[in-house]
């Protein structure tokens, strides 16, 4: 199975960059589908981006403009490149991923945690104005 490792969360002003990272290792040759969730104190996991297996994206609302997922396939590494943060981004950010392929927007179906069964324990993003 696939294990997923997030890191470069932190504390960062309102108007500033983070560039997440999820390094998958274990069997990853035929992981297709690809995403990034959030979780913010007191609400459900939420959808910020995905990648499909083409290279196809789709990203929430919020983040539209500010946020763009990218994967490094030769060193098997999701990254999420967050600009222009607000303090509704605040949260802990996941990677999931799955091995049937996905469309981008699957990303934002409900039951998250049944379309990509495979998760990283989180890492934490705290925006302050």
């Known amino acids: 199975e696939v294990q997923l490792l997030e890191s470069g969360g932190g504390s960062v002003q309102a108007g500033g960059s983070l560039r997440l990272s999820c390094a998958a290792s274990?069997?990853?040759?035929?992981?297709?589908?690809m995403a990034w969730f959030r979780q913010a104190p007191g609400a459900e996991l939420e959808g910020v981006a995905g990648?499909?297996?083409?290279?196809?994206?789709s990203y929430a609302e919020s983040v539209k403009g500010r946020f763009t997922i990218s994967k490094d396939n030769a060193k098997n590494i999701l990254y999420l490149q967050m600009n222009t943060l607000k303090p509704e981004d605040t949260g802990i950010y996941y990677c999931?991923?799955?091995?049937?392929?996905?469309?981008?927007?699957?990303?934002?179906?409900?039951?998250?945690?049944?379309?990509?069964?495979?998760w990283g324990q989180g890492t934490q993003v705290t925006v302050f104005s």
């Open positions: 999931a991923a799955d091995y049937i392929v996905h469309t981008a927007t699957m990303v934002h179906w409900p039951e998250p945690r049944v379309n990509f069964p495979y």
């Open positions: 274990g069997r990853t040759y035929d992981v297709y589908s």
């Open positions: 990648l499909d297996s083409d290279g196809g994206t």
